[in-house]
């Protein structure tokens, strides 16, 4: 059984910051194939940013140089995205998700590529 579990979510001001967590276990725990996505309401859902092979990470255009997902320091098996200068156009619930093996590219922001997915948390942006 994999679970992930996202926290960390809530209501901030434009411009400001957040940081959310997620914790998987299972047999995919310490994967670095995972990644961080959202959904606003009457949207689908969208890639934020992903591992691909080698360990690197790529980003949405959309939150590049605003949104950087770090590790857990002492558990490689929690994964965090720090979002920063945060917009109303941010606001949506966010999911973490996991699947076994990377991709090489984009397809690492492509939900239907992913297995395994959190609950969510919510995360809203007043202007």
């Known amino acids: 059984q994999v679970h992930l579990v996202e926290s960390g979510g809530g209501s901030v001001q434009a411009g400001g910051s957040l940081r959310l967590s997620c914790a998987t276990s299972?047999?995919?725990?310490?994967?670095?194939?995972r990644g961080w996505f959202r959904q606003a309401p009457g949207k689908e859902r969208e890639g934020v940013a992903g591992?691909?092979?080698?360990?690197?990470?790529?980003y949405a255009d959309s939150v590049k140089d605003r949104f950087t997902v770090t590790r857990d320091d002492a558990n490689d098996d929690v994964l965090y995205l720090e979002m920063n200068s945060l917009k109303p156009e941010d606001t949506a619930m966010y999911y973490c998700?996991?699947?076994?093996?990377?991709?090489?590219?984009?397809?690492?922001?492509?939900?239907?590529?992913?297995?395994?997915w959190g609950q969510g948390t919510q995360v809203t942006v007043s202007s």
């Open positions: 591992f691909i092979t080698g360990g690197r990470l790529i």
């Open positions: 998700a996991a699947k076994r093996e990377c991709s090489s590219g984009p397809t690492a922001l492509s939900p239907s590529q992913y297995s395994y």
């Open positions: 299972g047999y995919i725990a310490g994967s670095r194939c």
